[in-house]
């Protein structure tokens, strides 16, 4: 049985910091984090592959979004910094299938199988 459990979610003025966790089950392929506002679509916010050290993200977070492994934790962490509103929104993790080619569309929701419950981060102005 696969679980992805995210935590860390809250509510942040804008500008401020949150660190999501996702804590995985089993071997960690390739784990993307994904968020959705209401109405809105679910996209691809980062993705990494651990054994690669690959890693992607969206361009409306770069440089102020990071994904890393966290070893001591064995977790896959989303370090957000210098939050905005339009950041709101429930943010999950995913896992991909073992030997699916995920890194071709790293930050589509289609590549992956496995989906946490979510954790839900507010950003205020």
């Known amino acids: 049985q696969v679980q992805l459990v995210e935590s860390g979610g809250g509510s942040v003025k804008a500008g401020g910091s949150l660190t999501l966790s996702c804590a995985v089950s089993?071997?960690?392929?390739?784990i993307g984090w994904f968020r959705q506002a209401p109405g809105n679509e679910r996209e691809g916010v980062a993705a990494i592959s651990p054994s690669t050290g690959a890693a992607w993200s969206a361009d409306t977070v770069k440089g102020r979004f990071t994904i890393y492994r966290d070893t001591a934790k064995n977790t896959i962490d989303l370090q957000m910094n210098s939050l905005r509103p339009e950041d709101t929104g429930m943010y999950y993790c995913a896992k991909a299938l073992r030997g699916q080619p995920a890194w071709l569309a790293p930050l589509s929701p289609e590549s992956y199988t496995y989906w946490g419950q979510g954790t839900q981060v507010t950003v205020s102005s």
């Open positions: 089993g071997y960690m392929y390739q």
